[in-house]
């Protein structure tokens, strides 16, 4: 008999074949130096056990747990660079990793989680009421159409009117709160319409909406076999005509390796962050892209979150992807906030773009405008970082790279949300997948992305561009083929209830709910403090803010935040006195300066067990002067 049909999955060996895969289909994005760090991974699971979460028949926590080992080699072949070559040992810890995938259902402001009451602790930022409504609200769902078997998840984004009033109903509609009434009466409007009529109107009003395809069907159209022939994400030097820059000399690699692009060293006597120094301007939203973002925050770098004073988010989802960084509002369609935000980006090493292709360029933030900027402070590069749904641009046969998508709009039109609907049992329909995993695994794969663009400019020079998807993600997952029916079994039994009797038309919010109260029966250590950082936020009037640790360990450097969230919009726009928080472990504090730190810690990791256990040091210098 076959043995591996019969022993327990293990997530440790699943993520192990997916970093080697990983490591396959990204061999030409990535430096060699990454790669070489590959043999030093170890992929370490709890005491509780090595096992799959989530009630899903993806493989997503192999993925999530390799794209962090590849951070992780990132991050050690960057603190070669800037630190000096010596021997790093490498831990996803696979717990924190499944954390990570459910990051904006762990996080707690004021002990409150999401779907929580936390009205007066969050500044509102749905000013289009299509969070807070019930009835616009799920005019962000899957449905049936006119055409027997085929599904369509419309999207009203942050704005439901367009969308509402685009299949025949009110933009609100006060009487109607009842959640199955709700969906009862939208979906009865879409019914009304084929695939092709939906399609057609999405167009016409510039709206995100997508059928639900199965892996197979989507690997036929024109876009899917483009994109699924892409790595999951992809870098390269940005070609611009060389002109000559009066009295600044071109770039040229040094010994001194990142030096040339940060401020000095710290002295290298004790744990280091790589990114120190390293300045980001976050242009996004929601969750994949600012996770980039977070990510790269995690890694020391200064990330300066720009939105729109009116632009709407979803309130809850910033006390999670705000982490680590400043935020503020900067109107770029007027002239005094565009030349703030330029005299920023004329100091940024790193711009994550997280709107449509091409959406931010009238700003000088593409590629080739980001290039020439660089050509003009004297070949200083940037790295421009862009995710977003469907992927494919300037990639011939990508039909839908410029069409508009969220998570859900890339589960659906990839094949997610049918191998979901399977699972669950459901005849003939496909489901929206628990959690926000693919936003959380793109973001991933984004600050990867990010983090081959910098050690590329630092060695080679130049601009470089980086692109991942919401759909390369999926891809990526998908290829990996689902968990064996053996472990769908398990999973069908640990979770047998309610969550398996939601349907097709239940939102994402439905299903993650149930998916979580089931999970917190099943594996309760999961939501236990000892995963979890905690501090006092400022721009949250000093309330504490509780979020997911980081899953990767380095020995040598520093990866964890220096700050909790804030809202968006409340920092001055400035790259100047940026503050420290006091983080929390497990309710023990230890707070130090950079110097007291290396004297504690000597040549051991600041990720040692001892300091785990003790508590999570933070630097209370500010990084204008580290």
């Known amino acids: 008999m076959d043995k591996s049909t019969t022993r327990p999955y293990s997530v440790a060996i699943g993520a192990s074949e997916a970093f080697s895969e990983l490591l396959k289909q990204c061999k030409g994005q990535i430096p060699q130096e990454f790669r070489s760090y590959s043999g030093n991974v170890k992929f370490a699971p709890s005491s509780h056990g090595d096992q799959v979460y989530f009630p899903s028949p993806c493989r997503e926590q192999d993925v999530i747990a390799a794209i962090k080992a590849l951070e992780a080699c990132a991050a050690a072949a960057i603190g070669d660079l800037r630190h000096g070559k010596k021997p790093r040992s490498i831990k996803v810890d696979l717990d924190k990793a499944a954390c990570f995938l459910m990051s ?13 009451t936390t009205k007066g602790l969050i500044p509102d930022t749905d000013y289009n009421q299509a969070q807070s409504i019930e009835y616009r609200r799920l005019s962000a769902n899957l449905y049936e159409t006119k055409e027997d078997g085929r599904y369509y998840h419309i999207h009203g984004s942050l704005d439901a009117t367009t969308q509402l009033r685009m299949i025949g109903l009110p933009p609100f509609n006060p009487q109607l709160t009842d959640y199955k009434m709700c969906i009862d009466t939208i979906e009865a409007a879409v019914k009304k319409f084929t695939v092709a009529e939906l399609e057609e109107m999405n167009n016409k009003h510039g709206q995100a909406g997508v059928e639900a395809l199965e892996w197979e069907d989507f690997l036929k159209t024109s876009h899917g076999k483009a994109v699924s022939a892409l790595p999951p994400f992809t870098v390269e030097a940005i070609k611009v005509p060389q002109t000559a820059v009066p009295n600044t000399p071109p770039y040229t690699p040094t010994e001194a390796g990142f030096q040339s692009h940060l401020r000095p060293k710290v002295p290298a006597n004790g744990p280091q962050y790589t990114l120190r120094g390293i300045k980001v301007i976050e242009l996004c939203r929601v969750i994949a892209g600012p996770t980039i973002g977070r990510s790269l925050a995690a890694h020391g770098a200064q990330v300066l979150k720009v939105t729109g004073p009116e632009l709407p988010d979803v309130p809850f989802f910033q006390v999670d992807v705000n982490t680590g960084k400043h935020t503020t509002h900067l109107d770029l369609h007027n002239p005094s ?26 700003f000088g933030c593409d590629p080739a405008s980001l290039a020439k900027l660089a050509q003009q402070r004297g070949n200083r590069g940037f790295v421009y970082v862009a995710e977003d749904c469907f992927g494919g641009t300037g990639v011939p046969g ?18 997610v949300a049918w191998a979901q609907g399977k699972f669950m049992g459901l005849e003939n329909e496909p489901s929206v997948p628990p959690m926000p995993m693919s936003d959380y695994g793109t973001g991933a ?14 060695t080679k020079g130049g601009s470089w561009m980086c692109r991942t998807s919401l759909c390369q993600y999926d891809i990526f997952l998908l290829k990996l083929g689902l968990l064996p029916q053996q472990e769908q079994e398990r999973l069908r039994t640990v979770f047998a209830g309610p969550f398996f009797k939601l349907r097709h038309y239940d939102s994402v919010d439905k299903v993650s709910g149930e998916a979580l109260k089931a999970m917190q029966r099943a594996y309760p250590h999961l939501f236990g403090h000892e995963l979890m950082l905690k501090a006092k936020s400022k721009g949250f009037n000093d309330k ?9 360990e380095v020995d040598g450097l520093l990866i964890q935040h220096e700050r909790a969230s804030r809202p968006n919009g409340f920092d001055r726009p400035s790259w100047e006195g940026w503050e420290t928080d006091l983080i929390m472990d497990d309710g023990v504090t230890t ?4 110097g007291q730190q290396q004297q504690a810690a000597g040549s051991e990791s600041m990720n040692s067990a001892t300091q785990r256990r003790n508590g999570i040091a933070t630097v209370d210098t500010v990084l204008a002067t580290a």
């Not at 904006?104 to 929580?116: F, S, V």
């Not at 906030?337 to 009238?362: C, M, S, W």
């Not at 990508?398 to 094949?415: L, P, S």
């Not at 794969?445 to 630092?458: D, K, N, W």
């Open 104 to 116: 904006a259902y762990l996080a707690t402001i004021d002990g409150k989680r999401k779907g929580q």
């Open 337 to 362: 906030d565009l030349q703030t935000f330029q005299n920023l980006l004329a100091e940024a090493d790193v711009l994550i773009d997280g709107y449509r292709p091409g959406a931010l360029a009238k």
């Open 398 to 415: 990508a039909e839908w790279a410029g069409r508009r998508g969220w998570q859900q709009i890339a589960d659906c039109v990839t094949g």
């Open 445 to 458: 794969l984004g600050c990867v992305a990010a983090m081959a663009g910098l050690y590329q400019r630092e």
């Open 544 to 552: 504490e803010i509780r979020w997911p640790k980081e899953a990767i």
């Open 591 to 594: 707070a130090a300066t950079v």
